[in-house]
């Protein structure tokens, strides 16, 4: 079965530069989530799109902005990157309308990043 | 946000069966009880989840208290490739998945 496609997976960037990571969700799937996972942490959710309307807000720093396009695919842009940027960055893809006893998110591999 | 607790870590051998716990006290009628697991260096991957009854599937059984306050995770036959860091998890509909510590299971041969 076709899974969450996240690119690229390794990412290595210098500090104030610039850095784009994309999702490609499950087919059918319209939901799109994304997750920051630093070194020994839990993921934190960042922010969430829905039919490409943000859903939901988490702990997403100013410098960092996200879309999902007409296809569903989304990235996430992030701007001024500092060192404590490093980290796993997950998304996940949901279908919308599921019925609630067979909803459930699905993550991709995720894409590491590192700020030197 | 309902809240969770899990034991901070688990042992078991490899091939015997392990019981994951988790408290979900202030549990709400319309959360579901979900299980994710995360290996090392990988994305998080959905195991089970339920609501009231118990539920099986290829990978694990969720058994759930009848108040619903508490569930367990079962493992039938650890392996090692079940060493990971078990989620349980509270969530409704399309809602985020909140992560809390898990429970980091070690397997040995």
């Known amino acids: 079965a076709a899974g969450v496609i996240q690119s690229p997976r390794h990412l290595i960037k210098e500090k104030r530069e610039t850095a784009t990571l994309k999702c490609y969700p499950i087919?059918?799937?319209?939901?799109v989530y994304w997750y920051q996972q630093g070194p020994g942490q839990d993921p934190q959710f960042l922010i969430s799109f829905y039919e490409k309307m943000q859903s939901d807000k988490g702990s997403i720093p100013d410098r960092f902005s996200a879309q999902q396009f007409s296809d569903y695919h989304s990235e996430l842009n992030m701007s001024s990157l500092e060192l404590g940027d490093s980290a796993l960055y997950f998304c996940?893809?949901?279908?919308?309308?599921?019925?609630?006893?067979?909803?459930?998110?699905?993550f991709g591999p995720g894409t590491r990043l590192l700020v030197l | 946000d309902a809240k969770t607790t899990q034991p901070n870590s688990m042992e078991s051998n490899e091939e015997e069966p392990v019981h994951l716990p988790c408290n979900h006290s202030t549990i709400s009628g319309t959360d579901y009880i979900h299980w994710y697991r995360q290996l090392p260096s990988q994305g998080p991957e959905y195991v089970i989840h339920?609501?009231?009854s118990n539920v099986n599937n290829r990978m694990a059984s969720l058994a759930i208290a009848e108040d619903r306050k508490s569930s367990t995770l079962i493992l039938h036959r650890a392996t090692l490739r079940d060493a990971a860091v078990y989620y349980c998890?509270?969530?409704?509909?399309?809602?985020?998945?909140?992560f809390g510590p898990g429970t980091s299971l070690s397997v040995i041969p």
């Open positions: 998890i509270l969530k409704t509909s399309y809602d985020k998945v909140i």
């Open positions: 996940a893809s949901y279908r919308g309308g599921t019925p609630l006893a067979d909803e459930t998110q699905y």
């Open positions: 339920g609501l009231t």
């Open positions: 087919p059918r799937h319209d939901t």
